[in-house]
């Protein structure tokens, strides 16, 4: 059971990012996933998540119309699509799955994390 998150690095305020999380090792076809972000001294907090069913998102609010999660069924792939990123959204993104096709917002509601990738905004 592992998910696999890529796609961060470093990018000037404005910039934009995709990341990707890849899932494998068992049948994630109907788990709901998520991406969390941890900046250095906080809380991880909630993102965005999608159901795997019906493709339903629903996003924090600071990240509406800026970010946009989607979802691969056939590589059971969830992406992060990241623009008008600006200093703040600097963090360590992590995807999580959840054995459940509706999505939560809530961490400990998510069985399996990915190892996490790193976002750097510069100003």
């Known amino acids: 059971v592992q998910l696999q998150a890529s796609g961060g690095g470093l990018v000037q305020a404005g910039g934009s990012l995709r990341l990707s999380c890849a899932a494998s090792?068992?049948?994630?076809?109907?788990?709901?996933k998520c991406w969390f972000r941890q900046a250095p001294g906080k809380e991880r907090e909630f993102v965005a998540f999608i159901s795997w069913s019906d493709g339903s998102a629903y996003y924090a609010d600071f990240v509406k119309g800026r970010f946009t999660i989607s979802r691969d069924t056939a590589k059971n792939t969830v992406y992060l699509q990241m623009n008008s990123l600006k200093p703040e959204d600097t963090a360590v993104y992590y995807c999580a799955a959840r054995n459940s096709e509706s999505g939560s917002s809530h961490r400990h509601e998510y069985d399996y994390w990915g190892q996490g990738t790193k976002v750097t905004v510069s100003s």
């Open positions: 090792g068992r049948t994630f076809s109907s788990y709901a």
